[in-house]
């Protein structure tokens, strides 16, 4: 805390500095960026998002949702509710019973049968995802499906707060034989960030429940969506979505994979599965972590939609995770997989005429969804790839010449699986190669020059899923710091000046619910009620905000601006709002002397310079959200003006042109 006021105050006192033009020094260092010729175009979908459930990321996070296990099908049907009458008194029916009944609805094969023999000695508790957060004065939509076999019953549904007082209380009337929805609006009394939710009951008797619903009203535009989750979306101006993931996609084995079929339609059809990242590490075990899917593959393309980004669906490609079972599906019985693929196609793009189209439609979105890309497999690997790669590309490309393809390169940037990947995609004429990079700070600024030398007449690169490891890979004890968001800049100077070949990037992964992660380091934490930004998330908005329309040639002593004395840099023109943009990044721990010079163009004068930086092992927090945060100034720019670039620091210079 202490050392991030230290660099407030810093950070004031440099901004001054860089508002005025200061005297140049002997070591000094010159960049010279050539507005007269741009190197080439920066595509659209250059700086993306990848979304992935992971993190209870989607059910406990981006979707609103507050009851876990909301129709009794989680492996333990009562996991994540608490039957009141075990507390107060012994294990027996006296106040009353819940009976878990098998039903013939498809796809919901559980509903709870309730006995109330002691109305007021009984209540059904959910506990939520940690715990239910709820805003004073917001209104709360609950649904319930219920039928009664006998008389009327009343539910009595209350918010309640940490101490299981109640926070805001209504009444439903369960009358039909039929099963019917009932909704009922709560007004929570309180902020409470650990809530839950009580059903009590008001006579006795019996009822059935089932598709119990909790939905907050400050959701995101009419969705179902936490609105500052999304909020923080959609201020990064992400170029692409990718979803939903991801080793998810792939499954532990190929029955858990991922099925994009099964996640459309009413949400209520939609049938439950485990989330692979249930079981998968050991040290961050998550019992209770199930997908409901209520955050499906049209939820996912209108979100897509909503925040200005292209759709990028991945689908299994008939492998089964390879660091888990490696399940395979033969080469003769991969067509259903294949069949997904086009008909998810035609979900996305096809006319209400087609048979797809036509649930979009009736979903609600008539209006197609201009898909362009479309991911065959996440991490995979070896010929068993390669093999099934080309099966799908050929379907792909002969019903749907124009959708590009994403391939992947495997789980490395590097090493025998990623050179046979590689070249192999290479022959084959691949549309674009998604390569993953989880490693330690330094391989991030060792590799800002990585494409520097890439194969031009290969396929374009998508930087898919990078963060800097500040442990080691996969480490629970990784950070968000500093450091390793400073050498992702670096690198992704290094992208940027690439522009050619690298034609998309997104972090990961995205989201991290607070008490219920599995991985880190993710590039934005949140609760119950609240949500920060890391300072990564800083790095990719500021790219992804100024990311112009083509790239410039930027040079110092005739080199790439990419390591030598620590600096890195990259430039850009966006050709719309008039303006040259230069990304500087001084990785040492020292203030540097640069004087930038503008060729090629004649400069209005005015700008503007943002500046990240902190100390190397500074992290944000739900104390301290805002710690590291980017810090805007206006500058006068001249065709030559020094400037100092602050230590350890990430600098965006906006030059206005005439
Ligand atoms: O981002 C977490 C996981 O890391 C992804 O699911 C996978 O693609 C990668 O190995």
Redesign the pocket.
Known sequence: MRAGIEWKKFIAVFALASASIVSVDAQKQVIDVDVSKTVSEVQPTMWGIFF?D?NFGADGGLYAELVKNRSFEFDVPLMGWHVEKYDKFSNNNESGAVTIVNSDRENNSRYAKITVNNAAQFALINEGFFGMGFKKGLKYNFTVDARTSGDAQTLVVELLNEKNESVGKTTIKVDSKEWKKYNASIDAGATVAKGKLKLGFANQGTVDIDLISLLPTDTWKGTNLRADLVQLLYDLKPGFLRFP????VEGRDLSQRYQWKKTVGERDDRELMINRWNTEFHHRPAPDYFQSFSLGFYEYFKLAEDIGAAPLPILSCGMACQFNTAEMVPLENIDPYIQDALDLIEFANGGPETKWGKLRADMGHPAAFNLKLIGVG??QWGPEYIERYKVFANAIKTKYPAIKIVSGTG?FPDGELFDYAAKELKQLKADVVDE?Y?RDPEWFFANAKRYDSYDRSGPKIFAG?YAAQSKAIASPDNKNNWMCALSEAAFMTGLERNADVVHLASY??LFAHAEGWQ?TPDLIWFNSLQAYATPNYHVQKLFANNKGTHTLSVLSGGKQVAGENQLYASAVIDKNSKEVIVKVVNASAKQQSVQLKIGGAKIAGGGSVTVLASDPEAVNSFNDPTLIKPVEQAITAKKDFDVVVAPRSLSVYKIKLR
Do not use: D, L, M, S
């Open positions: 992935e992971i993931g991801g080793c998810i996440n991490e789980p993953h989880y899923e990961a992964p991985w």
